[in-house]
């Protein structure tokens, strides 16, 4: 096992199976699948501007204090949870179900057109450490207001989307305060792996 994979594995352990009803959003199930992965409840801040991010439990912000055009990441690790795992007599080892479809969900708040949220799941080969976006979601088509939002994505992989012996899995979120007014915030991100459409 990796550093990161085992970097991976303390986060879900520490913070993975405790946030299941820490925000409306990780209560929901999708009608189609039950099939989530856990993704650790706080996630870890780039250092170019650590100092500026803000969080509230899941949620996570910027300062009040934070310049204007403050543009922070923050990396979530993502981890398969044990229901999606399967006993393989031949390889003797867990293995992950074929699920060949995705949503990425992510809540957030915008309370202006200046306040931008996105959320990108990607992947990173554990051989070489090469990463690749799988896909993601973002703020800036949606409307501003006091409540909270969600945007939702699903791709057809046309495999199965997840192979944990090859890849390690993340999620990152971006905050950015384009004007001074600007308050984005970010609830929860969360990941489905789904069953072929019929």
């Known amino acids: 096992m990796t550093a990161f994979q085992r970097h ?20 929901q199930t999708f009608a189609s699948s039950p ?9 870890i801040a780039d250092e170019s501007a650590a100092s500026q991010v803000s969080f509230n439990g899941a949620a996570v912000g910027l300062r ?19 229901s999606l795992l399967l006993w393989h007599t031949y390889f003797n080892q867990l293995v992950a179900v074929g699920l060949p479809r995705l949503t990425l969900a992510m809540s957030f708040a915008k309370n202006d057109d200046g306040a ?30 006091t409540s909270q939002q969600t ?30 007014t600007s308050r984005p915030q970010m609830f929860t991100v969360r990941v489905n792996l789904l069953r072929a459409s019929s």
């Not at 991976?8 to 209560?27: E, K, N, R």
């Not at 099939?35 to 996630?43: E, H, M, P």
């Not at 070489?128 to 979601?137: C, R």
């Open 151 to 180: 945007l939702t994505r699903t791709i057809d992989c046309g495999e199965a989307c997840v192979n944990p012996e090859l890849y390690a899995y993340y999620v990152e979120v971006v905050v950015w305060n384009a004007y001074s």
């Open 64 to 82: 009040s204090t934070a310049p204007v055009n403050t543009v922070a990441v923050v990396r979530y690790p993502v981890s398969l949870v044990p």
């Open 116 to 145: 931008y949220v996105s959320a990108t799941l990607k992947r990173v080969r554990l051989e070489d450490g090469v990463e690749t976006a799988m896909t993601g979601v973002n703020t800036l088509s949606s409307v501003p207001g």
């Open 8 to 27: 991976v594995t303390c986060l879900l352990l520490i913070f993975g199976t405790g946030s299941a009803v820490a925000h409306p959003l990780q209560a």
């Open 35 to 43: 099939n989530w992965w856990a993704v650790g409840s706080t996630g």
